[in-house]
């Protein structure tokens, strides 16, 4: 059975810091493309950001592209997402999900077979 646990979230102050980290049970996760999505309350969940098995590419989000940074490290079957220059409309639960059918990771959440249950990230203005 595929299990993907994040952790990492919590409160921070604008301008702050945090890191999520994403580790996989039952997966592969060396050979899957990954992302991170979140979801707001009362709004749809949206991509944050995806890479490949290799890491050698990523995508982000524009509103995230420059402070976010996706890694991974397939030795440990963990994938991280490092959020720099927090702000308060990054408020939401972060999900992280694999593809295991494609190595390259996608901004489309279908494209998705397995998700975390995700975990609270507050920014404080």
């Known amino acids: 059975q595929v299990h993907l646990v994040e952790s990492g979230g919590g409160l921070a102050q604008a301008g702050g810091s945090l890191r999520l980290s994403c580790a996989a049970s039952?997966?592969?996760?060396?050979?899957?493309?990954m992302g991170w999505f979140r979801q707001a309350p009362g709004k749809e969940r949206e991509f944050v950001a995806a890479?490949?098995?290799?890491?050698?590419?990523?995508y982000y989000a524009d509103s995230v592209r420059g402070r976010f940074t996706i890694s991974r490290d397939n030795a440990k079957s963990t994938v991280d997402l490092q959020m720099n220059t927090l702000k308060p409309e990054d408020t939401a639960v972060y999900y992280c999900?694999?593809?295991?059918?494609?190595?390259?990771?996608?901004?489309?959440?279908?494209?998705?077979?397995?998700w975390g249950s995700g975990t609270q990230v507050t920014v404080s203005s």
């Open positions: 999900a694999a593809d295991p059918r494609s190595s390259y990771g996608s901004r489309w959440d279908y494209e998705y077979q397995y």
């Open positions: 039952g997966l592969a996760l060396s050979i899957c493309g």
């Open positions: 890479i490949s098995w290799t890491g050698d590419v990523t």
